[in-house]
């Protein structure tokens, strides 16, 4: 994992805590480790959740993060039209979180 993607854990991470407040919406983000079994290599796994308050899920993505840095989403042979698995790189999530808020902030009162 590189400097720059721990701090967009980081950032990632700021942006649940401000979007909870912002929104309403139970914004959850969570970050943990593991290990390939056979090869030992250790990668980060950042997953977001988005729950309304009848816990329905509104949104949701996760990346894997190799040891190397390599973030990219698998490539599925057969992804039915339309299908979407929520995986994506670290930018790409934070980029949508970032949307997400700023489509569901809640209206100042007047």
Known sequence: ???QQSELLADIQRLALAGA???GLRV???VRSDTYIGNGQVFVVSEIRILDRNLAELHKTSVQIDADGYDQPPTYL????????GERTLVQ???ELTEF???HRKQEAA
Do not use: N
């Open 1 to 3: 994992m590189t400097p």
């Open 21 to 23: 407040k912002q929104t």
């Open 28 to 30: 959850m983000h969570s």
């Open 78 to 85: 057969y992804l039915p039209d339309g299908a979407d698995y």
């Open 93 to 95: 999530q934070r980029d």
């Open 101 to 103: 808020i700023a489509t």
